[in-house]
Structures are given as structure tokens and as C-alpha cells.
């Protein structure tokens, strides 16, 4: 993709794109990028939208299209996300360890 970066993508969606995720108590998560396309995962608040894809649209990919004609698609990925999994996992065998107390 002549030469495009994970770093110039994150200095976009840091400058463009996450101040108004974060308005709404959200954010994203750039997952990889490959063939032309970047996938994404919306996070925080975003997340659950019945609005994201719409954000994709009107937010991300404007944003990304904008300052990279040559990115052919952004991808949503939904789901929850390893982080989040890991931290509910700790939560809960935390939680089992204090019930056996």
C-alpha cells in the first residue's frame, strides 16, 4: 500500500477520529492492517452503538479516505475484545476465590 503505516493511520485516528469516540465515552482499536484493508474494533461506549456502523462510515472512514485515497476498506470486527476478556476472567476467578473464603 505504497508504504502506508500503522503509525500514520494511529496519528489520524488520534487527531481526527478519537476525540469524537471519546466525546461519547468511546475509542478504537486498530487491529491490523492488510490486503489494502485496516480492521478495526470500536471500543468503550461505541462499542455496543446501534449507531457503529454508521460511525465506521461517517466518522472513521471519512477521516481515513480523506488523508488515504489508496485505503480500500475499513472492516469492523465486533466482539468483545481480549482485553476486556481478560480482565473479566480475572474478575471472576477473583470472585469464585473470595465466595470459597
Known amino acids: 500500500m505504497n508504504g502506508l503505516t500503522i503509525t500514520e493511520i494511529e496519528k489520524v485516528l488520534d ?8 466525546y ?3 475509542d478504537i482499536q486498530l487491529l491490523k492492517l ?5 480492521y478495526v474494533r470500536l471500543m468503550g461506549q461505541c462499542m ?11 466518522t472513521v472512514n471519512a477521516a481515513l479516505k480523506e488523508a ?13 475484545s481480549d ?4 480482565d473479566m476472567r480475572s474478575l471472576l476467578k477473583n470472585r469464585h476465590k473470595e465466595v470459597e473464603e
Open 48 to 58: 455496543n452503538c446501534p449507531s457503529a456502523e454508521l460511525t465506521l462510515e461517517h
Open 24 to 26: 461519547h465515552e468511546g
Open 83 to 86: 482485553e476486556l476478556l481478560s
Open 68 to 80: 488515504f485515497p489508496e485505503l480500500k476498506d475499513t472492516v469492523l470486527v465486533s466482539g468483545v
Open 34 to 38: 492488510e490486503q489494502d484493508c485496516l
Open 15 to 22: 487527531e481526527k477520529v478519537r476525540p469524537k469516540l471519546q
